[in-house]
């Protein structure tokens, strides 16, 4: 059901750069998908085929909600039946969404890291752009809105792939935003074929970070653009946290650098023309629990005696956003 839907995907690779990669990604998409036994696959596939039939009057990717269609092209009763198969997703962290009037008020709102960055990066329009740890591909689609020429995500959490599958049930076949199964370990060996590479919130996941920051190097074109978003802490050249266990809850978090530091690492892997274009703490109007997404989230991950330490002691989340060039 679901891979059917890659087709236009696959056609798409097929006219690019990326094109020795094709084999591999149609495999992927079969083997991480379907041979994954997910438990969730059939409820989702379940959802998928009961989304009503609709013909979206307006597609909006470049409005802080990603817009599939209007209210008046649904009756109210089969937009009952579309909330009900986007809510079996949940928990939605990335949006907003506007599903022909269906709002998906997510956990992150997403188009506030979106406005940070879009004035400070390389015009997107004809690139071929990777979105490593994309989620459900909510960034993937706003760069639709910058007319790229495919914008590929990759995540391994099905889930998230599957919420940016549901949006391809209404998208024209042409649109070219995308996210497949895949971890970046499960990439193919490398291609220097994508102008424009995004990590955002995965460096601090990255056991060894510069091999991230290499790898991504290895991706990238003659002049292409790394677009890095990752936790930062104060601190001089050389100095990075390492949380002793847990950071803000989050398991599985590694190295959080000064901006210092990191500018050092991204010189250190050969990166020129790096410029720091953002600093930003992280706000309870950015990040907060919401109908999509019922489970805890920043109110409860700082100390509720002191907001600007996380409940384990550390420095409250603070995101810098780095732009560099191969
Ligand atoms: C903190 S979220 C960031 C999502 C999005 N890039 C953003 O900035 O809002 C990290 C994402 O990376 C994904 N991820 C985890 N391990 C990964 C891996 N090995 N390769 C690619 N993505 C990974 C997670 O599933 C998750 O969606």
Redesign the pocket.
Known sequence: MFNQIYQPLLDQIGNTDLHPWLDDIARGIQDNLYASNNGHLPGWINSFERMPQALPSCLHYDQEAITIGHPNDLPEDQRHVLKECLGSLRPW??GPWNYFGVELDTE?R?NL?WDRLKNAISPLQDRLVL??????G??AYRMAGERTKLALG????LL?VVQSLFAHRYLPESVPSWVIP?????LPEAIPAFNSV?????LY??RSPLDHLFEIRSLLAPEGELIL?TLVVNGSEGYSLLPKGRYAKMRNTWFIPSCLTLEAWLKRCGYRGINLVDVSSTTFEEQRSTEWMHFDSLRTFLDPKDPTKTIEGYPAPKRAIFVASR
């Open positions: 962290r990335k992150w997403s890291k979105d490593i740890g994309s989620g459900n909510y960034y990759i995540d391994p959490y998230y895949f971890s970046i370990e499960q995004f990590s955002m919130g995965v996941h990255r978003e």
